[in-house]
């Protein structure tokens, strides 16, 4: 296999890491769907994703090969079906994109987060929604780095965050429609720069799910899940074939 095929096909995470936030296995929602990547200058680009309680498992072809990529919180697994092959890339640092249910007002954000401690300052109105007003801290290059977020009492995800380059993100919530035959809300989301500069996009959160199915953002790309299927994912789907051979995982890019 191509040494830079393989770093590209590593590179599509971020595409398959659909608005979603990492954490223990715990109120897991697991459901399969197809997830879909549309930019203005390329073809879509399409997968198939199952969600387990701990690992997410996506199929896809490339350059007319089929890949499965398996994600787990310790690594994450590049399987090439045509040449029984695969590479394992230790240390999934990348959030895995489950849907779980949402915990109870007052449960700090920061756990399961390490290295991030949480204190909540009380709690405030964010466009009309009832949010706890929560700063969070982490140290980079031996300084403390201090942040805050607003994260909605019933929806249990932030609706506003300040960071500590003054940058601002706020959500605001615009009404309730149908997608893919699923009851959905449609989230305005403002990005505010250091500069004043301002950036607008859109997300329609599930509800059921408890995460985002469709994202629109500036310049015509949307990432989207769609022909949803809540039921459980087998736990052989999270496993490497037995037979096929393991290569190296290639040097990263410079």
Not at 16 to 25: I, K
Not at 167 to 192: A, C, F, I, N, Y
Not at 193 to 216: N, Y
Request: glycine residues 8%; charged residues 25%; aromatic residues 8%.
């Amino acid at each position: 296999m191509n040494p830079s095929l393989w770093q590209r096909l590593l590179a599509l995470i971020g595409f398959l890491t659909v608005l979603a936030t990492a954490g223990a296995a715990e109120g897991v929602i697991q459901f399969s769907a197809d997830a879909i990547q549309r930019t203005p200058d390329r073809p879509p680009m399409k997968a198939r994703i199952y969600v387990g309680p701990d690992a997410v498992r996506s199929e896809y072809e490339m350059n007319g090969q089929r890949f499965i990529e398996i994600v787990r919180q310790q690594d994450r697994v590049l399987i090439n079906p045509d040449r029984k092959e695969y590479v394992i890339q230790p240390g999934g640092s990348a959030p895995l994109p489950q849907a779980r249910k949402p915990q109870p007002p007052g449960t700090s954000p920061c756990q399961g987060v390490p290295g991030v401690t949480c204190r909540m300052l009380g709690k405030e109105k964010v466009n009309g929604r009832l949010a706890e007003k929560w700063e969070f801290v982490t140290r980079r290059n031996g300084q403390e780095v201090r942040s805050l977020h607003w994260i909605d009492v019933e929806k249990r995800f932030p609706v506003r965050q300040m960071f500590p380059d003054g940058s601002l993100v706020e959500m605001r919530l615009v009404s309730h429609e149908t997608l893919d035959g699923r009851p959905v809300e449609k989230w305005e989301v403002k990005q505010t720069r250091p500069d004043g500069q301002t950036q607008v996009s859109w997300q329609w959160h599930d509800p059921e799910l408890h995460i985002a199915i469709r994202e629109e953002l500036p310049g015509g790309y949307v990432r989207e899940l769609k022909n949803i299927r809540l039921e459980p994912v087998p736990e052989r789907l999270f496993e490497i074939p037995s037979g096929y051979r393991r290569i190296p995982a290639p040097s990263p890019a410079r």
